[in-house]
Structures are given as structure tokens and as C-alpha cells.
């Protein structure tokens, strides 16, 4: 059984990928109502990737005859425009790679390696993440929002 703050930050986590996953969900929506089909289905992805990661800290605390909470760590926000989509979803990427490496460290301290190895695996996929949103941004920045956002319209009505 890991020590009481592993299985904190286990929920935690349950938590962060919870909201995250219904997060990009809301995005996809929302990419869908303005048109930007490809950039809904990238969000679909990545709402996909999310519940993924969710059902790993869920398997994980089970592992250890604990209950998962399934709880959201924050209500999910709709976007007004994409700058303010990726900004506010890079800010979740760093608070979640600050996170799991803090959490990281600790079930090293523990030795708990199983929880240690999930953290870090899950951190290295928000760095990815964490990149992705950083080159959007720089994208728009120098392109700007309407070329931008041509790239991510097929001009097919996409089937909700």
C-alpha cells in the first residue's frame, strides 16, 4: 500500500485527466461550431489520450484497494477565440507537468516505482502536449488567426 500522499496525489491526477478529457471535449464542440473540423477532430484525440491517461491513474489506485473519485478538478471553460483556447490550455499543461514531477519525486522518496514510472510517463506526454500548444500560439502570432485557421477547415460539414 503506498503512503497516504501518493494515494493524494493519485486522485489528484484522476482528477486533472478527468477534467482535461472534458476540456478538449468542450474544444471539439466548440472547433465544430466554428468550422474547424480538423482541428475538432485533433481535440477528439486528445480527449481520447486524456481519458487514457485517467484510466491508468484509475487502474493504479485500485491497484492499491483504494476508490477512485471521479471528481473534476475544475469545471472545463468555453474558448471565446483559439488564442485564448491554447493559452488557457497550456497554462493546465504546466501546472500538470509541475505536478506529476513533484508527484514523481515523491513516490521515488518511497520507493514506490510503479506510481513513480506512471507520473513520469504521464509528465513526458503533457510536455508533448505542452509543445504542441507552444507552436499554435507561434503559429497564429506570425501567421495570424484567419490563415491559421484555414489549414484546419476540410470544407466538408462534419457529421455530429
Known amino acids: 500500500m503506498p503512503d497516504n500522499q501518493t494515494m493524494k496525489y493519485l486522485q489528484k491526477a484522476l482528477h486533472m485527466e478527468l477534467t482535461a478529457a472534458h476540456q478538449y ?3 471539439a464542440h466548440v472547433l465544430n461550431d466554428w468550422g ?7 481535440m477528439r484525440a ?36 483559439l488564442v485564448s483556447m491554447f493559452k488557457s490550455d497550456l497554462a493546465d499543461e ?3 507537468i509541475e505536478f506529476y514531477t513533484a508527484a514523481a519525486q515523491h513516490a ?12 513520469e510517463q504521464i509528465a513526458l506526454d503533457e ?11 507561434s503559429l497564429i502570432e506570425r501567421l495570424g488567426e484567419k490563415a491559421f485557421s484555414a489549414k484546419y477547415v476540410s470544407g466538408v460539414a462534419s457529421e455530429e
Open 127 to 137: 510536455e508533448g502536449h505542452k509543445g504542441w500548444l507552444e507552436l499554435q500560439l
Open 46 to 81: 486528445e480527449m481520447h489520450e486524456e481519458l487514457g491517461h485517467s484510466d491508468l491513474f484509475m487502474a493504479r489506485i485500485m491497484f492499491f484497494n483504494g476508490n477512485p473519485d471521479l471528481e473534476f478538478y475544475k469545471k472545463p471553460i468555453q474558448a471565446d477565440n
Open 94 to 96: 504546466l501546472e500538470a
Open 36 to 42: 474547424l473540423d480538423k482541428l475538432a477532430a485533433q
Open 108 to 119: 521515488m522518496k518511497t520507493g514506490d516505482i510503479g506510481s513513480r514510472t506512471l507520473f
Open 25 to 27: 471535449q468542450l474544444h
